[in-house]
């Protein structure tokens, strides 16, 4: 069994900075790509950044420049550093992950949720 696990969420004023965090933990062979998706109430979750476990990076077009999203592999850890938080980045922020278990099975993982706020 795989299970990630997010943290760093919160309320933060608008122009603040947030660090979000994921680890993975369980029957783990590899992590392969990680990333960060969000649901704002009423929309779609969509991906913001994700990054391979060569660290090749892509982000949304509307976080390009703010957000940096990073890894250690060592401790199967995905990062999103959030800078000049903005209103419109308030939502539901959700960790995701390929996996290779131990059993050899592709497992696509995702994690419970963090809120983030930002104030106006």
């Known amino acids: 069994q795989v299970q990630l696990v997010e943290s760093g969420g919160g309320l933060v004023q608008a122009g603040g900075s947030l660090r979000l965090s994921c680890a993975a933990s369980?029957?783990?062979?590899?992590?392969?790509?990680m990333g960060w998706h969000r649901q704002a109430p009423g929309k779609q979750r969509g991906l913001v950044a994700n990054?391979?476990?060569?660290?090749?990076?892509s982000y949304a077009d509307s976080v390009t420049g703010r957000f940096t999203i990073s890894r250690d592999n060592a401790k199967n850890t995905v990062y999103l550093q959030m800078n000049s938080l903005k209103p419109e980045d308030t939502a539901v922020y959700y960790c995701n992950a390929r996996i290779l278990a131990r059993s050899f099975r592709n497992l696509d993982a995702w994690g419970q949720g963090t809120q983030v706020t930002v104030s106006s």
């Open positions: 990054i391979t476990r060569g660290g090749i990076t």
């Open positions: 369980g029957s783990i062979f590899s992590v392969n790509t």
